[in-house]
């Protein structure tokens, strides 16, 4: 199982579980994560020290390293003989 707001994995017998009036369940590995989350109402992929910001980083980096170089110049078609 893992922390609803960090990923962080939970090992069995620790956390805590807190379950919303609409029936959603949210699982925390620390009382950090539950007070950034419930009472501080921050998103985890804003907050640097979480696993979602982590994995949104380095995507916008991939995306980044994906583009192709521009050529500098025109480059001219090889005539054949």
């Known amino acids: ?3 609803t707001f960090c990923g962080k994995s939970i090992p069995l ?3 805590k579980m807190y379950v919303k009036v609409d029936g959603r369940v949210f699982y ?24 979602e910001h ?6 916008i980096k991939a995306a980044k390293n994906t ?11 090889k005539k054949e003989e």
């Open 54 to 59: 982590a994995r949104q980083k380095a995507g």
């Open 1 to 3: 199982m893992d922390c």
């Open 28 to 51: 925390f590995c620390s009382n950090k994560c539950e007070k950034n989350m419930i009472k501080l109402n921050r998103i985890p992929r804003n907050t640097r020290w979480t696993a």
């Open 13 to 15: 017998g620790t956390g």
């Open 67 to 77: 583009s192709k170089p521009e050529a500098k110049g025109k480059t001219k078609p």
